[in-house]
């Protein structure tokens, strides 16, 4: 028996829960072909990309509404496409606000639909459960605290963890990561992460590079690392370095953000998936995020949750200190990390911390996203 599979990942991150994904359904099914939207991992597991998926990496509330047209003309040719040639199911991989979207219009057409990472509704936009009820026939969720809403809400759902708490193991060895990435076994390294997103670079990578020149100053000690997504996101922060500290003892790395993490001591990251692998990676981190200004003032009115960082939603408390919007200024960022590097103590009881929750996620996701989805076939 052949399954054929359409699946829309909108960025890296689910690039790679959907190479997961078809990873393990083909261990389960053996036959399975897979078409829609996916990045270098999905492609590289067997995915027909009909599309760029860079051009589904946008983010914010205002910021999509001018790539408006070229996203409908996208989703539009995705549903003719799966219309034409229907898939046994659709997954849509995050994404929800273009996702969504097509999955109502497949599931009215007759086609099994999956959405695979929950959308964002326990914080904001709540009245999206009763869109996500109509659009799909199962949710399958990476957090424990967001199958308990779908449940409440009658919404078919499963939690499966998180791939990534899988992948990583609870122990690393940062001796090693530096060896790899020929770096100083002895220095003490700061890693600036700002993010995957063009809008990330734009927003964060100017305050990231200032905060490194701030804690320079302050200790000419301290080494700083980086790792793009691709080349083109690295020549962009390496613009921002040279401009504003051209003298900073900075290696560039592309496409090796695990091992920057682990080689770092203090991790400064902007709100996202990083934020997780810096904590399953069991990294002190300062998270920070910017955005519009009219997006954030929207968003301030919408979002009802106390902490943006995953670490601290998980957690649900403080773990690791945040700034968003004009709290993001260097000599705070500085002085968080001066913080973590003054007081052992406080990283031994963080990694501990990030150890159980760690354990909490670690479910053998993908073969469990794998085997719901078969079952519901």
Same mark, same amino acid.
């Given at each position: 028996?052949? !399954?054929?599979?359409?699946?829309?990942?909108?960025?890296?991150?689910?690039?790679?829960?959907?190479?997961?994904?078809?990873?393990? +359904?083909?261990?389960?099914?053996?036959?399975?072909?897979?078409?829609?939207?996916?990045?270098?991992?999905?492609?590289?597991?067997?995915?027909?990309?009909?599309?760029?998926?860079?051009?589904?990496?946008?983010?914010?509330?205002?910021?999509?509404?001018?790539?408006?047209?070229?996203?409908?003309?996208?989703?539009?040719? &995705?549903?003719?496409?799966?219309?034409?040639?229907?898939?046994?199911?659709?997954?849509? @991989?995050?994404?929800?606000? %273009?996702?969504?979207?097509?999955?109502?219009? #497949?599931?009215?057409?007759?086609?099994?639909?999956?959405?695979?990472?929950?959308?964002?509704?326990?914080?904001?936009?709540?009245?999206?459960?009763?869109?996500?009820?109509?659009?799909?026939?199962?949710?399958?969720?990476?957090?424990?605290?967001? +199958?308990? %809403?779908?449940?409440?809400?009658?919404?078919?759902?499963?939690?499966?963890?998180?791939?990534?708490?899988?992948?990583?193991?609870?122990?690393?060895?940062?001796?090693?990561?530096?060896?790899?990435?020929? #770096?100083?076994?002895?220095?003490?390294? @700061?890693?600036?992460?700002?993010?995957?997103?063009?809008?990330?670079?734009?927003? +964060?990578?100017? !305050?990231?590079?200032?905060?490194?020149?701030?804690?320079?100053?302050?200790?000419?000690?301290?080494?700083?690392?980086?790792?793009?997504?691709?080349?083109?996101?690295?020549?962009? %922060?390496?613009?921002?370095?040279?401009?504003?500290?051209?003298? =900073?003892?900075?290696?560039?790395?592309?496409?090796?953000?695990?091992?920057?993490?682990?080689?770092?001591?203090?991790?400064?990251?902007?709100?996202?998936?990083?934020?997780?692998?810096?904590?399953?990676?069991?990294?002190?981190?300062?998270?920070?995020?910017?955005?519009?200004?009219?997006?954030?003032?929207?968003?301030?009115?919408?979002?009802? !949750?106390?902490?943006?960082? =995953?670490?601290? +939603?998980?957690?649900?408390?403080?773990?690791?200190?945040?700034?968003?919007?004009?709290?993001?200024?260097?000599?705070?960022?500085?002085?968080?990390?001066?913080?973590?590097?003054?007081?052992?103590?406080? @990283?031994?009881?963080?990694?501990?911390?990030?150890?159980?929750?760690?354990?909490?996620?670690?479910?053998?996701?993908?073969?469990?996203?794998?085997?719901? !989805?078969?079952? &519901?076939?």
């Amino acid at each position: 028996m052949t !399954i054929n599979l359409g699946m829309v990942a909108g960025e890296i991150s689910g690039d790679l829960l959907g190479a997961g994904l078809i990873h393990s +359904l083909k261990k389960l099914q053996h036959n399975v072909n897979v078409t829609g939207i996916g990045g270098s991992e999905m492609t590289a597991a067997g995915c027909h990309s009909l599309y760029d998926i860079e051009r589904l990496a946008v983010m914010g509330l205002v910021e999509p509404l001018r790539r408006l047209p070229e996203l409908f003309k996208i989703r539009q040719g &995705l549903y003719a496409h799966f219309l034409h040639k229907k898939p046994d199911v659709f997954v849509g @991989i995050d994404a929800p606000d %273009f996702n969504l979207g097509l999955e109502l219009k #497949l599931h009215k057409a007759g086609i099994p639909t999956v959405h695979y990472v929950s959308p964002s509704v326990w914080a904001w936009r709540k009245k999206r459960i009763h869109k996500i009820a109509k659009a799909t026939d199962l949710v399958l969720t990476l957090f424990p605290f967001e +199958l308990d %809403f779908y449940l409440q809400h009658g919404v078919p759902a499963e939690f499966v963890g998180h791939p990534l708490a899988d992948k990583i193991p609870f122990e690393n060895d940062k001796l090693a990561a530096r060896k790899a990435l020929g #770096l100083d076994e002895d220095a003490t390294f @700061i890693a600036l992460l700002p993010g995957s997103r063009r809008n990330e670079i734009h927003y +964060l990578a100017e !305050i990231f590079v200032k905060t490194a020149k701030y804690c320079w100053e302050q200790n000419p000690t301290l080494k700083f690392i980086t790792a793009a997504a691709n080349d083109e996101r690295d020549l962009e %922060f390496q613009a921002h370095c040279k401009r504003i500290a051209p003298n =900073l003892p900075i290696h560039f790395f592309v496409q090796r953000s695990h091992e920057v993490m682990i080689a770092a001591d203090v991790i400064v990251v902007t709100s996202g998936t990083a934020t997780l692998e810096a904590m399953l990676w069991k990294r002190p981190m300062i998270i920070a995020y910017r955005m519009a200004n009219l997006t954030y003032q929207i968003a301030k009115y919408l979002v009802k !949750i106390p902490f943006i960082g =995953l670490p601290n +939603l998980l957690a649900n408390k403080m773990l690791v200190p945040e700034f968003i919007q004009d709290a993001v200024q260097p000599n705070k960022l500085g002085e968080a990390i001066f913080d973590f590097l003054d007081h052992p103590e406080k @990283i031994a009881k963080l990694q501990n911390d990030f150890l159980t929750i760690h354990q909490q996620l670690r479910c053998d996701a993908s073969n469990r996203a794998a085997a719901a !989805i078969l079952k &519901l076939l």
